[in-house]
């Protein structure tokens, strides 16, 4: 089985501000294209596209396993190399995608 942790970066085209107040959906609606400037922030377009090869290309199997911004290796936070957390997030991550072995009767 393949995994990797996929950041999609800071996408502010994702339409997360259209259950905010008006006045809100105002100021982020003006603001959005200044923050798609910033270094890191993404379209929605290239971040899908990002993580669909990272998820079908052949030349990304050398990411699995890995943290991944755009199309490369990055370093993730400390508390994700706890050792003791890492075979729950496994377990639950099977769990939620519903491939979860059978651990007995339930």
Sequence with gaps: ?????FDPG????????????RIVQ???STLAPLIARIPGANLVKTSAENLA???TSPE???LMGRYVAG??????????????LQQD??????????????TGAD
């Design 1 to 5: 089985m393949r995994a990797a942790s």
């Design 10 to 21: 800071l996408m502010p085209d994702t339409g997360l501000a259209r259950n905010y107040p």
């Design 26 to 28: 105002k100021i982020y």
């Design 53 to 55: 090869w990272l998820a």
């Design 60 to 62: 990304a199997e050398p």
């Design 71 to 84: 199309r490369r290796p990055r370093t993730s936070s400390p508390v994700s190399y706890a050792s003791d």
């Design 89 to 102: 997030v496994w377990n639950t991550s099977l769990e939620r995608a519903g491939t979860a072995p059978q």
